[in-house]
């Protein structure tokens, strides 16, 4: 099991679970679900990326639970959800998972808003087919994602040589090194990697802590999966509507990866670039992150209403930039 991540006051401590709980999964892993905010209130469910956990959307749920129910859970290996055989990762586990803690966390038939960040999102895409999927999600966010191409695109190295800079990506983001203690150096690493330019040091560290629990062989596991990654056939799949939101900044799925994803899907309701921010957009801006969700509730749940943005509306007039 992953190492725990330790509580420190403040808005990246997460908050205190109003309930705990096991989903368990296809093939036998037991995943770890918290829920946050007042019972009976419209769900919202948070699916974290790679290498983070639950305490990655700290500031994003404490601000939700004021007015719903939030559902989050470790992604297998991460958090407190153990760690799978080396067989136990593929896209088809992401979207098995997803299955147990919709079927674990929701009521049948209630229905909830969706938000994933990075591998998060892509489990979204993997489960577009799924029967749970479509019976419970009213409406998803996918936060700095993408669907395929993920090293050849990738600028953490940012190599001319497509080839060359795919191979680098493999090695560096595969390795199952250590990533040790969190250290300045770290620090500064770890920013360049995933955060913009202005990301407090405060942010940084909150974000250092949660990556370096993540142990290294689950680290790798899943650096194999999303290397291998090609989802794009599933964007077309995906009917339920779906809000995009990503940084102009990020490294490791630059903003090219949103744009292909927004002109793919069936049903795109708002499309948000955060300008300057980098891949950890729900603690870079957890404000838009949590905008963007409370309108999914208003639009698709809480009231059943219409989606945001008429269906004949060209992509290209969707498309929100925010620069604070």
């Known amino acids: 099991m992953s190492r725990l991540l330790q509580r420190t006051p403040g808005p990246y401590d997460p908050p ?24 009976g209130a419209p769900a919202v469910v ?17 601000e939700l639970a004021a007015g719903f129910r939030v559902i989050a859970y470790d992604q297998r290996g991460h958090g407190r959800s153990p760690a799978a055989s ?41 489960a577009a087919e799924r029967t749970a999927f479509r019976a419970h999600a009213a409406a998803i966010l996918l936060c700095s994602t993408g ?20 191979r680098a990506h493999r090695a560096l983001l595969g390795s ?5 203690p969190v250290t300045s150096p770290a620090r500064r690493i770890l920013k360049y990697m995933t955060m913009g330019a202005d990301a407090t040091p405060e942010m940084t560290a909150a974000c250092a802590r949660i990556v370096h629990a993540c142990p290294p062989r689950v680290r790798a596991a899943w650096a194999h999966v999303l290397g291998e990654l090609d989802l794009e056939a599933n964007l077309g799949r995906l009917t339920v509507p779906t809000a995009v939101l990503a940084g102009t900044a990020d490294r490791l799925t630059p903003i090219v990866h949103a744009r292909r994803i927004v002109a793919a899907l069936p049903d795109c309701v708002g499309f948000t ?8 957009t729900p603690v870079e801006q957890p404000d838009a992150v949590v905008g963007m969700i409370r309108e999914l509730v208003r639009d698709h749940l809480a009231a059943g209403g219409p989606p945001a943005v008429a269906q004949d509306e060209p992509t290209s007039a969707k498309v929100k930039e925010e620069t604070s």
């Open 16 to 39: 205190v679970a109003v309930r705990e709980l096991t989903a368990v999964s296809a093939d036998g892993a037991r995943l770890h679900v918290e829920t946050y905010g007042p019972e």
């Open 46 to 62: 948070l699916a974290h990326g790679w290498t983070c956990s639950t305490a990655f959307w700290a500031p994003v749920a404490r």
């Open 86 to 126: 080396p067989a136990g990762y593929t896209t088809t586990v992401l979207a098995d998972d997803l299955d147990a803690v919709l079927g674990a966390a929701l009521e049948p038939g209630e229905r909830a808003v969706l938000a994933g960040h990075s591998m998060g999102a892509m489990t979204f895409m993997a």
């Open 147 to 166: 669907s395929s191409r993920l090293l050849a695109d990738s600028r953490v190295l940012p190599l001319r040589n497509e080839r060359i800079r795919t």
């Open 176 to 180: 199952r090194l250590p990533l040790g």
């Open 273 to 280: 670039e955060l300008a300057g921010r980098g891949h950890m």
